[in-house]
């Protein structure tokens, strides 16, 4: 369900990887016998209006409780998995001596991690 690189892609409008996370969620979020009911099913595809609706930010917010408990402590492990947080991050950038002793290779990294670190945070608003 997750593809090959055991994540899934946010972005700053919406989910860049929606069908694998709306699936994940959906499946993660069924009870035992939903999910035997669901398995036995023909064709995982074929469902109906979850699958065409896409996953922006404004959906995220309306995610059924159980999906926005799931996907909240996910960001959060996520965040938990970063050295620094996004202060941190933002102080960095904004001391431009401390900066400026960085190496290319690293600013350009700060950046990365800012950004993402951004993303998840408007994600736990969301939710």
Aim: proline fraction near 1%; glycine fraction near 4%; aromatic fraction near 8%.
């Amino acid at each position: 369900m997750v593809g090959e690189e055991g994540a899934f892609v946010l972005g700053w409008d919406e989910v860049l990887t929606e069908e694998e996370l709306s699936m994940t969620l959906k499946v993660l979020c069924m009870s035992e016998e939903e999910f035997k009911e669901y398995k036995e099913q023909a064709g995982w595809e074929d469902d109906s209006e979850e699958e065409n609706s896409t996953l922006s930010n404004e959906a995220l917010s309306r995610l059924k409780a159980p999906c926005k408990k799931l996907l909240y402590d996910s960001v959060l492990l996520t965040l938990e998995s970063y050295r620094s947080d996004l202060k941190a991050e933002q102080e960095l950038l904004d001391n431009k001596e401390a900066f400026d002793k960085l190496t290319g290779r690293e600013q350009q990294a700060l950046h990365v991690r800012y950004g993402q670190k951004r993303i998840l945070h408007q994600v736990l608003e969301l939710l």
